[in-house]
Structures are given as C-alpha cells and as structure tokens.
T-cell receptor
Framework: GQQLNQSPQSMFIQEGEDVSMNCTSSSIFNTWLWYKQDPGEGPVLLIALYKAGELTSNGRLTAQFGITRKDSFLNISASIPSDVGIYFC?????????FGKGTKLSVKP | SQTIHQWPATLVQPVGSPLSLECTVEGTSNPNLYWYRQAAGRGLQLLFYSVGIGQISSEVPQNLSASRPQDRQFILSSKKLLLSDSGFYLCACDSWGPLHFGNGTRLTVT
C-alpha cells in the first residue's frame, strides 16, 4: 500500500533558527497538505499544495510540492517559541489522504 | 469558512459503557465527514468517512460505529467500550477544499 515517510521525527532548535522538514511517498500524490497541532487540539491547516513544483508561503512558513509529486518540504524561517508543536504532512487526494507520523518541534528561547 | 464543533472535549468512561461523540459542521453544505483517532504515538488513523447522509464507509474493523443522520452531523458510537478505545478522536471535514479538523475529544477508558 501507499506509504508516507516524514522526517525528522523530532527537532530541538534555538529560537531564531530556520527549520526544514520533509515528507516522501512511494506513490504520486495530487495534493500535499501541511498541518500544525498544538497539545490537546486538532491539527490546523498551514499550507495546501495542488500542483507539482508549486511553492507557497504563509508568513514565515514556506512549503513546496516536489516536481516528482512524491515529496514535499516545509520550511519555517526565524523560529519563535510559539512554533512549538507537531507538524504533519498529508498527501493524496480528496477523501484519500495519508498522514505522516509528524515532526515534533521544540524551540529553546 | 467552515467551522467544526466537537463535544465533549474530554470524556472518561468505564470499560463496557456506551459511547456517543458528536460532530457538527457549519459554513458548508454536503461536506465529506471523517472520524480519525490519534493514539499517543501521534499517527492519525482514519476510522470512518461519509460522503452523504446515511453513507458510511469503515476503514478499520472494530467495536466502533458511525452514523450521519443529517448533512452536517456525524456521530461516533460504541455499544461497549474497550480499554484500547482510549485516544484522541478527531472529526474532520472537506467540501471543495482541503481537510479541516475539529478540536477533538480526549477519551479515556478506565
């Protein structure tokens, strides 16, 4: 079946540093989504990507849909303490999404 | 934009008791609705999805069931809870856009 690998599993960074995480799949996807989840809350959509090569920004966040359609990355620039949380990628198509296992981000002030 | 309401936020239930979690959606019509479970290991497991009233697809066989009595209402139920049913249950919705999640229900079965 389809598999989706998200890395790294966790990150410990200093405030102000840039962060990069990525997801790769064994299959071609039509959609890549990136979410952030705070403790005790549901995941919140950060960025949605629908086209190979698409590069989209949301404030300090930037995500790209890989040209091969099998990967995506999320970058966070100049991290701040409120960036702490778990970041999930999801790939697939409407009604058929696969989620990564998450990247837990910790930020040291 | 759509808003997803889930309740209760937290629930502690004894083994063998019934369960009913409710999810309602505002701001959209004829949405696709989903129930996910998230265990402590962080992964999101799709339990049920529905493309319309009375239409339920089950992804994982278990002692849970789902119903969609109205267009924007999705209910997760169990007749007898097991310890392994503990977890964080998330309702999600998409219409003509990406998937959005509710704030979840933390279920602890004791």
């Amino acid at each position: 079946g389809q598999q989706l690998n998200q890395s790294p599993q966790s990150m410990f960074i200093q405030e102000g540093e840039d962060v990069s995480m990525n997801c790769t799949s064994s299959s071609i996807f039509n959609t890549w989504l990136w979410y952030k989840q705070d403790p005790g809350e549901g995941p919140v959509l950060l960025i949605a990507l629908y086209k190979a090569g698409e590069l989209t920004s949301n404030g300090r966040l930037t995500a790209q849909f890989g040209i091969t359609r099998k990967d995506s990355f999320l970058n966070i620039s100049a991290s701040i303490p409120s960036d702490v949380g778990i970041y999930f990628c999801a790939g697939g198509s409407q009604g058929n999404l696969i989620f990564g296992k998450g990247t837990k981000l910790s930020v040291k002030p | 934009s759509q808003t997803i309401h889930q309740w209760p936020a937290t629930l502690v239930q004894p083994v063998g008791s019934p369960l009913s979690l409710e999810c309602t959606v505002e701001g959209t019509s004829n949405p696709n609705l989903y129930w996910y479970r998230q265990a402590a290991g962080r992964g999101l497991q799709l339990l049920f999805y529905s493309v319309g009233i009375g239409q339920i697809s089950s992804e994982v066989p278990q002692n849970l069931s789902a119903s969609r009595p109205q267009d924007r209402q999705f209910i997760l139920s169990s007749k007898k809870l097991l310890l392994s049913d503990s977890g964080f249950y998330l309702c999600a919705c998409d219409s003509w856009g990406p998937l959005h999640f509710g704030n979840g229900t933390r279920l602890t079965v004791t």
